[in-house]
Nanobody, 124 residues
Framework: QVQLVESGGGLVQPGGSLRLSCAVSGFTLDHYGIGWFRQAPGKELEGVSCRSSSDGGTRYGDFVKGRFTIFRDNVKNTVALQMNSLTPEDTAIYYC?????????????????WGQGTQVTVSS
């Protein structure tokens, strides 16, 4: 069955880095794109990044400003999100999800399966 499991969240100081991982099963990354989304308290779900299934092309939310990178780990069948120069505004629950939309988009509608999320807290 389809499953996505996020990991790597935690507490980090402003300016620090975290690498999130999305481990997938029940489907192949050759056929589905993967997106990262986040939701802060009191705010709506926000698209962070996505990786397309066709050629591995990537898209990012405007707020990323070059700080984040999405990439595939072929050995572990995972998609990672490297986050650098983190600020308190990055504090949120981060979710990964799959999409059949190709190329991918950083909007939640075309994503059919979602992970349970991992908490990222950026604070001194």
């Amino acid at each position: 069955q389809v499953q996505l499991v996020e990991s790597g969240g935690g507490l980090v100081q402003p300016g620090g880095s975290l690498r999130l991982s999305c481990a997938v099963s029940g489907f192949t990354l050759d056929h589905y794109g993967i997106g990262w989304f986040r939701q802060a308290p009191g705010k709506e779900l926000e698209g962070v990044s996505c990786r397309s299934s066709s050629d591995g092309g990537t898209r990012y939310g405007d707020f990323v400003k070059g700080r984040f990178t999405i990439f595939r780990d072929n050995v572990k069948n995972t998609v990672a999100l490297q986050m650098n120069s983190l600020t308190p505004e990055d504090t949120a629950i981060y979710y990964c999800a799959r999409t059949a939309l190709n190329p991918c988009a950083t909007i939640p509608a075309p994503y059919d399966y979602w992970g349970q999320g991992t908490q990222v807290t950026v604070s001194s």
